[in-house]
Nanobody, 126 residues
Framework: QVQLVESGGGSVQAGGSLRLSCVASGYTYETHCMGWFRQVPGKEREGVATISPSGALTYYTDSVKGRFTVSRDNAKNTLYLEMNSLKPEDTGMYYC???????????????????WGQGTQVTVSS
């Protein structure tokens, strides 16, 4: 069955860095858009970054542009999120997600993602 397993979360001080990973299995990884989402209690889940099936195209929500970098290694079925210059408002549970499709029709439609991991907690203190 489909599995997405995140790791790399933790507690850091503002200005610090973390690198999240997500290992996928149970589906054809290289045909799927991959995305990172985050959620804090009491708020809706928000899309943070997405990457096309080939890895050539990326998109970021405005609040993380210039600080976060999404990448993928299709040979290892692994998705990454490099997070630098972290801020307290980046605190949340981070999830990776997948959806089959192409960049132009699917990847940036946050509501369309079908497979989800269990999440990894990121806490940034001031």
């Amino acid at each position: 069955q489909v599995q997405l397993v995140e790791s790399g979360g933790g507690s850091v001080q503002a200005g610090g860095s973390l690198r999240l990973s997500c290992v996928a299995s149970g589906y054809t990884y290289e045909t799927h858009c991959m995305g990172w989402f985050r959620q804090v209690p009491g708020k809706e889940r928000e899309g943070v970054a997405t990457i096309s099936p080939s890895g050539a195209l990326t998109y970021y929500t405005d609040s993380v542009k210039g600080r976060f970098t999404v990448s993928r290694d299709n040979a290892k079925n692994t998705l990454y999120l490099e997070m630098n210059s972290l801020k307290p408002e980046d605190t949340g549970m981070y999830y990776c997600a997948a959806v089959r499709g192409s960049w132009s029709t699917t990847c940036t439609r946050w509501a369309g993602y079908t497979y989800w991991g269990q999440g990894t907690q990121v806490t940034v203190s001031s």
